[in-house]
């Protein structure tokens, strides 16, 4: 990675984004963050990055801009980025609910490439999977710029335009809280009918880690790999049985158009000051 990358914005996402740079060989001199707390840029800074309390410095040398912020200041840093913008930087917003015709908006209409990303919590530990889209076709050069951006700590997807973003947030976004919500029930029960909690909790991830790579990994889908697991008559079938007769999909059903419609309200939320 040889472009000059800045984050407004130091939190727990960035600084995920960041350590994955890292890791994967770029350089602490290509990386350059603001953060207005102290806390972030001693954090950051212990890795060797160049912090300020300000944008400006970042805005004045990166060639891509990471909108690392939340929602409810992007209007400010914006206001702030359009009066020194440059037509050749590439504007990557993680800013959950912030469209893109909103940012480009609040930039004049400027010209510049934009990117939204829906990055996910794994991020954190390197497993994330993050969702690319723009409002226009990108060159080769910007697509490999972005998307290794993400691919350190994760993996990526180009969705085209960001009319499934809502959608997404739904499934990856929020996504890794509805694992959680299983294996906690999972591990909660097995002790209630006997386990010690660290057998409970060994068994249960690593039974989780186990059937997620399965998956990835098989050349057959779920349900063909629930059906080699499922024996008739056996113990997987009378499990199963109770998940069927609580209509366990259409559950699931509900639940993702319930966030998927949560994403959309919180978009019109978000307070941009247009004026």
């Not at 984050?7 to 001199?29: E, P």
């Not at 972030?40 to 060639?63: H, T």
């Not at 660290?198 to 249960?204: G, N, S």
């Not at 399965?214 to 697991?229: A, H, K, T, Y």
């Amino acid at each position: 990675m040889k472009h000059q990358i800045g984050f407004i914005g130091g939190g727990n996402m960035a600084q995920a984004i960041i350590a994955g740079l890292l890791n994967g060989g770029c350089s602490t001199s290509n990386i350059i963050v603001s953060d207005p707390n102290p806390a972030c840029r001693s954090a950051l800074g212990a890795l060797g990055v160049s912090c300020f309390e300000q944008s400006g410095p970042v805005v004045a040398q990166a060639d891509l801009i990471i909108l690392a912020v939340k929602p409810q200041i992007v209007d400010v840093v914006l206001a702030q980025l359009s009066q020194t913008l440059q037509g050749t930087q590439i504007i990557i917003s993680i800013a959950a609910g912030i469209t893109i015709s909103s940012i480009r908006q609040q930039l004049n209409n400027a010209p510049n490439a934009i990117v939204r990303v829906m990055p996910n919590t794994p991020a954190l530990i390197g497993q994330g999977i993050s969702a690319l889209a723009s409002d226009s076709p990108l060159d080769g050069t910007t697509k490999t710029a972005v998307q290794e951006i993400f691919n350190s700590c994760g993996k990526t997807v180009w969705v085209g335009g960001e009319d499934t973003m809502d959608t997404i947030t739904a499934v990856s976004g929020s996504g890794p809280a509805y694992f959680f919500l299983m294996i906690e029930n999972l591990i909660n029960t097995g002790v209630r009918l006997g386990l010690p909690p660290e057998v409970a909790r060994d068994l249960v991830v690593q039974t989780a880690k186990g059937a997620a790579e399965m998956v990835e990994f098989s050349d057959v889908g779920p349900d063909v790999l629930r059906q080699r697991v499922t024996s008739p008559r056996g113990t997987t079938e009378a499990a199963l049985k109770v998940f069927n007769d609580g209509d366990f999909a259409d559950l699931v059903d509900r639940a993702l158009v319930a966030a998927r419609d949560r994403a959309g309200e919180l978009s019109e939320d978000v307070p941009l000051n247009l004026s």
